[in-house]
Every structure is written in C-alpha cells, then in structure tokens.
C-alpha cells in the first residue's frame, strides 16, 4: 500500500495547489478578475498540473522500475558464491529473500546469508520509499511555487491548461498503437529467439507436434518435434464444427428475427442471444467437459462409436454455440442495413418473403454476412478456454472429429503454465503459436473488413 | 414449357397456380426453419443453464457433524503455558480423533479407525484452534462443535456416490453405517454452506471457498475500471471531437479497430512478455491482470465512447461555441456529460466481459493455488473465472458441484453488471 499513499500524497498537494493558485490569481488582481485573461480556476488547474504532474511521471517510473532497482541492489549485496549461481537457481534463492522478508517460512536451507539479505531487502525497500516520497515532495513542492510565481494577469492560463489535456489526451490515444506494438514485438522477439533453436521449416511443414524437451542429454526420446502441423488441422476442424453450427444457426435467426419475427418474439429471444454472448468462455468449457462430451460419449457408445471424451465434436459444438450470437447480431445489422424499397419492390412483383430474402435481400447484405463469417472464424481460432477445458492435449494428425485432437490455443496454455524456465525452446514455442495465432486473426479481420469495404451496396 | 404453351392466359394462370403451392411450402419451410433456429439457440441456453444449476444447487448446503469435543489441558496445553505460539502448535485433531472414538467405541481395527476419522473434514483441526486461541478460556470444558464432513461423506449423503463393490468405491460401507448412526443420533444434518461464500481456496472440498477469488476479481476489476475508463474516454474524446484527418489519426483507428478483434490470449503473451519480463512485475497479482484487462477492453470502450459522442448534436457544441465557450470548454462542459450515460453503459459492458475473462490471466500466472485472501493488488490472487477452471480441473466430485456453484456465482455478477447497463441506458437515453 505503499505506493497509493505516495499516490494520495501527490493528489492531496495537487488539490492544495489548485486552490492556492486560485487564490493567488484572485489576490493579483484584488477581487477584480475581470482583468484576469482566464477564468481563476484555470489559474488553479495551472498550478495543481505542475504540481502532480511531474510528480505523477516520476511515481510511475519509480513503481515500474521499483522491485528490479531493489531485486539488483540486493543480489549484488549477496556473497559470491550466490552471485555466481546460474539464472533460475538465483531467481530462487531471490524468492527465498522476498519470502524472508516478507516474514512468510521458508523450507529448506535456512542459510545466514539469505537473513542477512533479507534484512537488507527491507531495509532498502523502507529506504527507497523515503528517498521517492522526499523526491516526489521536493518536486511537488517546486512545481507548485515555481509555477504559482507565473500567475499574472495577462498570463493565458486556460490555453496552456487546454494544450496540456490535448497533449494528454493524444497520449491516451497511443496506448492502442503501443499495446499492437508491444504485441507485435514480443511476440516476435520470442518467436525469432525460438527459430533459432528450431529452424522454420521444422516448425511450419513437421508433421509432429510434442514439445518434450530432454533434460538429460541421453533421454529415451529426447528430442522434441516442433510441427505445426496436427495442431493446424485441429484448429481447423474445431472451428470448422463450430462455424457448422454456428453459421446455419446464426443466419437464420437473424433473418427470422429481422424479417420474419413479431415484437414480442423478437423481445423475447433479443436478450437471450444477448446472454448466450455474455456468458464467460469458462462456463462455456466448463458446460462441454461437464454435459456435451459425456453425452456424446454415451451416444457414440450406443451406436457402437468409439468416441473419446475429448473428442473435437464436443468442443467445436459447444464453440458453435458460443458464436451464435456473435454471427447472429452482426448478420442482423447488416440485413436491416438493407433498404426496405428493395424488399418492397421484390415482394411487389410478386415474391414470397422467402424469395425476397433468399434472392434480394441475402444478396445485397452478402459482404456483411461474409465479412461476420470471417470474424467468427477468427473468434473460433483464437478461442481459448472451451478447448483447453473440453478439448485433448495431445497433438493428433486426424480427420475423425471423434477423436481428441488439440489446438494452438491449448498448446499455448499448456506450454506456458506450469514451470518457468523462460529460454527453453519450449516456452518460446508457446510464443511462435502465439505469432503464428495472431498472423492467422490478423488476416482473417482484414479480409473480412476488406470484403465489407470492397463489395458493400451503397444505397444512397 | 415452350413458349407456344404459354400463350394463352389460361395456361399461364394454370402454371402460375401449379407452382404456387410449392412455392408457399418453401416459404413454410423457410420461416420454420428460422423458428427452429431460436428455438434451438434458446434450448441451448436453457440446457446450459439447466446442466450448471442442476448441478451446482447442492453446493450451497453442506453436511456437518457434531461432536462433543472435550478441550483437554494435557492435549492442548500440557505445560499451562496459556502462551498463543504453544497453543497454535497444539495437536488439535487429536481432539477430534477423541470424540470420534467416543461415540463410536466399538471401532477398533487400525484400518477402521483411520476410516472413521477421516469421515470429519480435515479442516476441523484448524477450526479448533481458531477457537483455542479466540477464546482460550475454552480449555478444560467440553463444547458440541459442528464440523463440516469430509466431502466423501458430502457427497454420499447428497446422493452423488454410492457404495460399491468391498472397497473399491470412494465410501465404505462401515463408513455408511457410522453416517447413519450419526443421523439417528441427529449429530448429522444439512446446513447452508457459509464456508463456499467467506472462505479461500482449499485442496478439501469441504472448506474449499470463493471469497479469495472475488476479492482477487475486485481488485482486478477495481485496476481495470481505474485505468481504461480514463483512457479510454480520453481516447474517444480526441479522436472524435479533436484529431485532425490525417495519417496518424488512421493508424490509431485502425490500430483500435483490429485490438478489438485480437484473440483475448494474444494479450496474455503480451503480459508476460511485457508486464512479468521486462517491467518485472510480481506474478499472479491483480495488478498484472488488471493491466492486461485494460489493453483487452480499451477497444471496447473507445467504441462505445465514441459512439455516444457522436449521438451528441453537433447544435450543442455550436451553441456553446457561440456563447464564446473555447472547444475544450464546449466538450468538457456540454458535450462529455450528454455523452457520459453511453460511456458508462459502454464502460460496465467492457467491465462485465473482463470480469468473465480467463485465458491471459492464465498466462500472468494467476492460475496459481492461493489459499490467503488477497489483500492488496500486489498480493498473489486469483480471480472468479479462473478459480472455475482450477475446480473444473480437481479430481473430486465435490469439486464440481461448487464449481457449478461458483459458475452461478459469476453469472450472476455479469447479470447484475448487464442489468445496471440496461437500466443506466433506458434512464438517460435521450434522443435529439
């Protein structure tokens, strides 16, 4: 909680110099603020942004760079014989100080040294907040007199106040481009770190996916096999099965509820769509692994079917589910989004409803409907939980969607829970699915928009 | 059909008619087709709901035993010492083991005995402590506890599993007869399972609880709220009322438009890689996931933002522009507050869907088994959808009745969350 008081500290001063600078504008022209070229609260504002501001950045950097300045400063305080210890061993024994320090028990090896830096750990933690908390006042406390000095009539307080929000409300603006950036970057820096270890051919054309690792040179089946293969196939036929029930499903409720569906019908089954596309993918996981794949199961063995409990019917019938709302609202836009002269003037010659909608109606909305195709395509692939709940783990190179077959997603889950040992080919694998996930929706959304761009009916 | 055919009025009529019937069973068959599909998607939802409530209603009662548990001084407190440290190390299921013995004398077998035991959870031990040390004038008298039982026992009485073939089952019959014994001697009933809603997670069913998960869904929520929504509505406001037409300005949309359609566990490599790696942040923490929630549902509420800004009309900011308000003053003071209803709504909606979110808490590391409450946002937590996933992953059949439990739990927060966005909507949607 340490941080949020030296958060309040700067809020508090920041109120204080708002209304000091307030008054301070008001004092400069006696009560006559006619002859102030602002407002006094912009005066006020002037001063309490000078005042948090700088100080606001300065927290910021600080809590960010906080536990490593710490973490560092400790390490180098250790005896030799720590600091010579390879990565992980020393990320352990770093844990064991925090565990100290924080007073929690520590199994294990109870070494004098790892007390010794423990007190040293809290004792630079209480250092550094007093030191942040002094910088942090000295700077408030400066911004807030420097600034307060500028106060004079003629000084434009409200365009330097208004240039101040627009320049932060452009930052605001970046964090999107950032956070594309920093995903983009990550994930690729991971990925090209992996194609070092694993050549990209390996990777995109194998046949086999299992990522064990030796970690004994002369393990029985050592090396792993990085494939992407089976997982391709899994992938797909899941969201296959899922866009087979989804697509079907999805369109014809939405051309139900738009064309053919009474008020009452439409407030009725409006919300339920609306449920079925605000409950959490977990209970939708949860519901396939729970109800679908015993089901199934039980079926399967009644008609003499052998059919595993992690098959990928399950899991894509439960995705399917999942989908329908989202086909089916992005549909209904675009079908409404479709003149009523047209349907008008085909029903006027002559056509059923039906005619009118398969013929005119599904015609002119085409790009839309594809284009939200598309989308829930992208939206199977990049699902998560339901297949690591409902779907296998092991990487199947099959076309039987009764068999268990995995999928990207799962792989990513499962190579990255668990242990942490951050330069094995195993969890970099994780992040070279991972571009490879993000490259796959990436396309697909700007396919998809594309189409709806390119082939979009203007009726103006 | 040649032309010749036609020519005729009668004919043409003829074949008009002939196709017509067809015509209107296809059309038949087309609106029940559409029927089909609703009601298929609505007996989804139905059989969903159904399957979760059907069997998670049982995790809100649970069994539990009484005992008339004698606090013995040699036990517990030997030397006198009445000091907290001596009192907490005391061996208290040698409490419980007593008071099992004594109602049931007869049970002599070492086998036996172990089974008799363990029908009690193994949490009462540390009930009985908490007792001792909130009230250690207790030693020396003889109480009648309530303990909750073993989650086997739970989940016998509640008809989950039966007794199988000699020892195969997760219940012996020796064990059903104490269990009956029990309940003629009325020292066995079904009480409302207060332990699920206050306390933290736990290897035994029994005293297995979700407070720790909503507290750790609180803080991250509280981190998320607290970051995207300034953001976010700072973004919509310049974009939509401020950002010349320009390259940059496409970039930042185009940029939000595809986040929005970035797979939810792409965002939780980025935290890994980014929040846990470079910037060294503590694992599993609320704060971490809150991060990773914000970058998830920025494009949300950007859109929703922007949206609502855009349903402003532009008369009102030309009329404050031409009282001599300046831009930012006809947005911030005329414009934000007519749009801020729409921003809400959009806000709680982003809200909601993170709340029910799993996968890139998965890879921050709150997947990890935490049994304190979380008291911070830098604490280790764990929040509401994930504690789902662990219990759907446990072995224990009592596991998956409180899953379905906590399920409903987090359904029923979403439909709150949803429910207040409706009524925020329907209260301040104006139109111009």
């Known amino acids: 909680m340490n941080n949020l008081s030296l958060l309040l500290v700067v809020i508090v001063l920041s109120v204080a110099g708002y209304y000091l600078g307030r008054k301070r504008s008001v004092d400069v022209v006696r009560g006559e603020i006619r002859h102030l070229h602002s407002l006094p609260g912009y005066y006020g504002l002037f001063v309490a942004l000078w005042c948090g501001l700088p100080a606001l950045v300065v927290l910021a950097v600080w809590i960010a760079s906080q536990t490593s300045v710490i973490t560092s400063l400790v390490v180098s305080g250790l005896p030799p014989d720590f600091r010579s210890l390879p990565g992980e061993q020393l990320s352990l024994v770093i844990n064991d100080i925090r565990n100290i320090a924080d007073g929690t028990i520590v199994s294990g090896t109870r070494d004098q040294a790892l007390y010794a830096a423990a007190k040293h750990y809290n004792r630079l933690k209480v250092t550094g907040f007093l030191a942040i908390l002094a910088v942090i006042l000295s700077i408030c406390i400066a911004g807030l007199g420097l600034s307060k000095r500028h106060i004079a009539p003629s000084m434009r307080a409200r365009v330097k106040v208004e240039r101040t929000i627009t320049v932060l409300m452009v930052l605001c603006s970046t964090v999107a481009i950032f956070t594309t950036v920093g995903i983009v970057l990550s994930v690729l820096f991971e990925s090209i770190r992996f194609f070092n270890q694993i050549p990209i051919t390996d990777f995109l054309f194998g046949l086999e996916w299992s990522p064990q690792m030796a970690i004994r040179a002369d393990q029985v089946g050592a090396a792993g096999s990085f494939g992407i293969a089976p997982l391709l196939t899994g992938t797909l036929m899941i969201s296959g099965i899922a866009m087979l029930v989804a697509v079907p499903i999805g369109l014809m409720s939405a051309i139900y509820m738009s064309e053919y569906a009474t008020d009452r019908v439409r407030t009725v089954a409006k919300p339920v769509l609306e449920i079925l596309a605000g409950i959490p993918t977990v209970v939708y996981g949860f519901f396939a692994a729970l109800t679908v794949a015993p089901f199934l199961r039980d079926i399967g063995a009644g008609m003499g079917l052998d059919v595993s409990s992690e098959s990928a019917l399950a899991a894509g019938l439960v995705m399917g589910i999942m989908i329908i709302p989202f086909i089916s609202s992005l549909s209904d836009d675009v079908i409404n989004a479709v003149p009523q002269s047209l349907r008008d003037g085909s029903m006027g010659i002559g056509a059923t409803k039906s005619e009118t909608v398969v013929k005119v109606v599904l015609p002119a ?33 099959t076309a039987n969607p009764l068999n268990a077959v995995t999928t990207f997603t799962v792989q990513i889950v499962t190579l990255l829970i668990g242990d942490q040992e951050f330069d094995s080919p195993k969890t970099l694998a994780a992040f070279a699915l991972g571009l490879v996930l993000f490259i796959m929706t990436l396309c697909l959304n700007i396919i998809a928009l594309y189409v709806v761009r390119r082939y979009r009916e203007q009726y103006e | 059909m040649n032309r010749a055919e036609l020519n005729s009025h009668e004919d043409r009529l003829q074949l008009i008619k002939s196709k017509l019937k067809w015509r209107y069973a296809k059309e038949n068959i087309f609106r029940v087709s559409g029927i089909i599909a609703i009601l298929l998607a609505v007996s989804m ?6 399957s979760i409530i059907g069997s998670g209603y049982t995790a809100f009662q649970q069994t539990f035993i009484r005992l008339d548990i004698k606090f013995d001084q040699d036990v517990i407190d030997p030397d006198n010492k009445k000091e907290p440290e001596a009192l907490s190390q005391a061996d208290y299921s040698a409490l419980v083991k007593t008071a099992l013995s004594k109602m049931f004398p007869d049970v002599s077998d070492r086998r036996e005995r172990r089974d008799l035991y363990s029908i009690v959870s193994s949490g009462a031990a540390f009930e009985l402590r908490d007792m001792i040390m909130g009230n250690p004038a207790l030693i020396g008298t003889t109480q009648q506890v309530w303990f909750p039982a073993d989650d086997d026992v739970d989940m016998y009485i509640k008809g989950h599993i039966q007794v199988e073939a000699e020892g195969s089952g997760r219940i012996k019959e020796s064990t059903v007869q104490w269990i009956n014994a029990l309940t003629e001697s009325k020292s066995l009933k079904k009480r409302f399972n207060t332990t699920l809603f206050t306390g933290g997670d736990s290897r035994e069913p029994e005293i297995a609880g979700i407070w720790g998960a909503v507290v750790g869904s609180f803080y991250t929520m509280i981190v998320t709220l607290a970051l995207s929504f300034p953001l976010g509505v700072a973004t919509a406001v310049y974009l939509e009322e401020f ?62 933002s922007r949206a609502s800004l855009l349903a402003v009309p532009p008369s009102i900011r030309e009329g404050a522009l031409g009282v001599g308000a300046s831009r930012m003053q006809s947005v911030l003071h005329h414009v934000l507050p007519l749009a801020l209803p729409g921003m809400l709504t959009g806000t709680i909606i982003g809200m909601a869907r993170a709340l029910g979110e799993t996968a890139p808490l998965l890879m921050i590391g709150m997947v990890a088994f935490i049994v304190d409450i979380p008291t911070g946002v830098f604490d280790k937590a764990t929040v509401l959808p994930v504690q789902i996933y662990l219990w759907a992953d446990s072995p224990e059949r009592a596991f998956v009745e409180r899953t379905s439990a906590t399920i409903m739990v987090l359904l029923a927060f979403l439909l709150i969350m949803n429910a207040l966005a409706v009524i925020l909507r329907k209260k301040f949607e104006r139109r111009w």
């Open chain 2, 243 to 304: 950002a010349p037409k320009n390259i940059w300005t496409d970039i930042v949309e185009v940029n939000i438009n595809n986040l929005a359609a970035v797979p939810s566990i792409v965002f939780g490599l980025l935290g890994l890689a980014v929040f846990l790696n470079f910037f060294g942040l503590p694992r599993s923490a609320p704060i971490v996931g809150g991060l990773v929630l914000t970058l998830m549902t920025l494009p949300t509420i950007i859109i929703a």
């Open chain 2, 45 to 50: 939802l139905a059989i969903l709901f159904i």
């Open chain 1, 365 to 397: 909305a085409l790009p839309g409907i594809v284009g939200s195709i598309l989308l829930g395509v992208s939206r199977a692939i990049g699902e998560t939980m339901i297949v690591v709940m409902a779907a296998g783990l092991t990487a199947n190179l």
